[in-house]
């Protein structure tokens, strides 16, 4: 019986076939630009949290208490060592690098900007965040006067590759020490600390020049996949400041969660309208076809029938538009995934936030999942309006009225 | 959109930076004391007499280490007129302890900062920099005064200094990194620029807000990018569901067509009497919801939204509010009721169109 109610009512979804095309446009075009828009959010997000904790947080980063709040390179860690070798052996721990910063001036030879001198190991750098990727120029041979600037930072002081950066801040001992580099590198980590006021060098030399122990570090930053590893390296670490990525970067975790917002208002609109549609379509639908109703109401046919003829008919016509929508989203996503939307017209301004001059979209399984039940949700609510009409037929009345 | 995009940018302008500078043409390309304005009452008495002109003031920057006893940072000290400089930007209402308006080794600097170097009113700090003909500068200054405008970047690195005191120490009499100035109409801001220039000496150059603010701008841009296509997605929805109800709306209604061809009625005619119902039904739609919009818009610009602590969170981008407002623009709701018309419109040629297929005959039939 199921079977000739389901093919009675793929016929019917498909009869007035201009009305049917055109709910199948609308929801698949909706739906193809609303998932390109979602995929697109997405890997703005991922890509700004990808760099950030590559470049600098990791999941989780390590501090000295009050580091933070005066970044201050007497707040810093003595025992380094150590608690790198602690950190390694917990379960999870991919990779953890260490850092000793120095806030300072640079200067060029007709300009001068507030800055951070970083010093890091480039290797380890290279497992932690693989650092190499973020060099727009040059490479991080650094030899023995070397550095590697941030693009921003570069731009403001007009400097380029081959170009000396005098870097002069106050030592451990308190004296104003000056330290000459020559650029071997300009990093573009859409990181806007980073890009904007640091200047990397090998950690030794910073710490010489620091006139700090070579075992201190300012930040021990930290990789895992594991969340209860974050946990564990919060409580073992208690005596220091540990955050994880959120609570050093509220920022960035805000705009993540707008962003999500945004796509849920952008989907449940969408949807809304989609509902809308199908309302009309099937509720016009039904309305041509009352005498049709009543007829089979009058042969015997139960209502139960009739309403699962009805939500198949709303349910295929979704579906047609779910499939198309479907295609026409993921042709789009694939595209933006894999070529990106090139904003570099608008390379300052995506700079000045922190995002890449091409943004590249994600495609997630759960934008058509989701995507999928909102339809089958919006296709059955649809006809309850029109079925609440058919259920208070009276069969005799409608055949006389219509004959 | 508009609204949050012109509250970040006439923030950003009213603070401190102006609708527009003027500089010398290498100054922002090449920097440094060797592209600097050296003869500043030249321009001002060109700036005086230039209708549109609202204040307008000179500023010399320069970067070097401030010290104290346990702390250094570097610093931006720039040199002002802080009478001239309280009617063009924000910093005088941005004083949070001390006085403003100091003489001699006073200096006016950043909350940030002043806690970075952990300074204290009337406490001391050295700073070591360069004079403008290059010579080595140091001197001991005092803290008389704190400022917050909620920009980290500048809070946390800049400081002021009379201009008297800092032109004889810097040796920077009649001289500007740069002249900042304010306009009646900030929309006026390009025309005003282009009349300045034909007047100004060949080796000035005259930058607008959109220059001087061009990142900000240009991520505005994208942000309107973004808002637009959210925008043509909405637009994209509700063309077709107006379309598939006056497809339907039509559809039922092809045996009257029918009959109304059969006693003469031209498809022209009905197509115009289309046309008629849309509009009716387009204006009616518009009639309401026209001024509820506008309401909304104008409601929420007096009593925008607040997003407590947002300025907090995206200090290092420049927001320094936590109000987020609309913008009542009777553009910007004429061309978006323009648009809904237009839609309106458009969606009735496909039903025009279906209609017109049918014969009279055909149409009469038509069940």
């Given at each position: 019986m199921y079977k000739t109610i389901i093919n009675i009512a793929l016929k019917n979804a498909y009869l007035r076939k201009s009305r049917a095309i055109l709910l199948i446009l609308m929801i698949s075009l909706s739906m193809g630009v609303m998932l390109s828009i979602e995929g697109l959010y997405d890997g703005l997000a991922a890509n700004m949290i990808d760099k950030s904790k590559r470049s600098d947080s990791g999941e989780i980063s390590i501090y000295a208490k009050e580091y933070r709040e005066n970044k201050d390179m007497k707040f810093n860690i003595k025992n380094t060592q150590d608690i790198i070798t602690e950190l390694k052996s917990i379960d999870g721990v991919s990779s953890v690098v260490s850092r000793f910063s120095i806030q300072g001036l640079s200067q060029s030879a007709t300009k001068s900007y507030p800055s951070s001198l970083v010093g890091v190991d480039f290797e380890d750098e290279e497992v932690f965040?693989?650092?190499?990727?973020?060099?727009?120029?040059?490479?991080?041979?650094?030899?023995?006067?070397g550095c590697a600037i941030g693009k921003e930072l570069a731009k403001n002081l007009k400097l380029h590759l081959g170009s000396k950066v005098i870097f002069t801040a106050r030592d451990a001992h308190g004296d104003i020490q000056s330290i000459m580099f020559r650029i071997k590198a300009i990093i573009n980590s859409t990181n806007i600390t980073i890009d904007n006021q640091t200047i990397f060098t090998n950690k030794s030399r910073v710490l010489s020049y620091a006139g700090v122990a070579q075992n201190t570090s300012t930040q021990i930053a930290i990789r895992t996949a594991s969340n209860s590893c974050i946990t564990i390296i919060k409580d073992k670490f208690q005596n220091y400041d540990a955050k994880d990525f959120k609570e050093l970067n509220p920022m960035l975790k805000q705009m993540q969660d707008m962003m999500k917002i945004f796509n849920k208002v952008t989907f449940f609109i969408v949807m809304f309208v989609v509902f809308i549609g199908i309302l009309g379509v099937m509720y016009v639908s039904i309305l041509d076809r009352v005498r049709e109703f009543g007829i089979m109401l009058a042969l015997g046919y139960k209502y139960t029938y009739i309403r699962t003829q009805v939500i198949f008919e709303a349910l295929f016509l979704g579906l047609g538009g779910f499939v198309f929508g479907s295609i026409l989203g993921f042709i789009l996503l694939y595209i933006l995934k894999h070529h990106g939307l090139d904003l570099s017209k608008f390379a300052d301004g995506m700079a000045s936030f922190g995002m890449a001059n091409i943004l590249y979209a994600n495609i997630k399984l759960i934008y058509f999942t989701s995507s999928f039940f909102a339809i089958i949700f919006a296709s059955i609510l649809s006809v309850f309006l029109p079925l609440k009409k058919i259920k208070n037929l009276n069969p005799t009345e409608v055949i006389k009225a219509d004959s | 959109m508009n609204g949050s995009h012109n509250s970040m940018l006439k923030n950003s302008l009213e603070v401190y930076t102006g609708a527009m500078a003027i500089y010398q043409k290498d100054y922002r390309d090449e920097g440094g004391y060797d592209y600097l304005i050296y003869d500043n009452a030249k321009i001002f008495t060109i700036l005086e007499k230039e209708n549109g002109v609202k204040e307008f003031t000179s500023r010399v920057e320069t970067y070097g280490i401030a010290s104290t006893d346990d702390e250094s940072s570097a610093m931006m000290l720039t040199g002002i007129d802080f009478k001239k400089e309280s009617k063009i930007s924000k910093l005088k209402t941005a004083l949070k302890s001390g006085i403003y308006d100091s003489s001699g080794a006073c200096l006016y600097m950043g909350e940030s900062l002043a806690k970075k170097l952990s300074l204290k009113l009337q406490d001391e700090v050295s700073f070591v920099g360069t004079a403008i003909d290059y010579s080595f500068v140091a001197d001991i200054f005092k803290l008389c005064g704190t400022f917050k405008t909620g920009m980290y970047e500048f809070d946390s690195s800049s400081a002021f200094l009379n201009r008297a005191y800092f032109d004889e120490l810097f040796y920077a009499q009649n001289t500007s990194s740069y002249i900042a100035v304010s306009v009646n109409e900030l929309k006026q801001s390009d025309l005003i620029a282009k009349n300045i220039s034909k007047k100004l000496p060949q080796d000035t150059k005259v930058y607008t807000w959109q220059e001087l603010m061009k990142a900000m701008v240009e991520l505005m841009k994208v942000d309107s990018i973004f808002g637009y296509i959210s925008m043509g997605l909405f637009f994209l929805v509700i063309f077709f569901v107006i379309m598939i109800y006056g497809f339907i709306n039509v559809s039922s209604r092809i045996k009257e067509f029918g009959t109304l061809k059969s006693i003469g009625i031209s498809d022209r005619d009905i197509d115009t009497l289309l046309f008629y119902e849309i509009i009716i039904l387009t204006l009616s739609a518009v009639i309401i919801a026209m001024p509820s919009s506008a309401y909304l818009a104008y409601y929420f610009e007096l009593h925008p939204f607040v997003i407590e602590g947002i300025s907090e969170i995206y200090k290092d981008y420049g927001i320094i509010s936590d109000e987020i407002p609309t913008s009542f623009d009777l553009f910007t709701i004429a061309w978006n009721t323009l648009v809904i018309v237009v839609l309106n419109i458009l969606s009735i040629i496909y039903p025009i169109y279906y209609v017109r297929r049918f014969t009279p005959i055909e149409a009469m039939r038509h069940v």
């Open positions: 965040g693989k650092f190499s990727e973020f060099v727009e120029v040059g490479d991080l041979n650094l030899g023995k006067r | -």
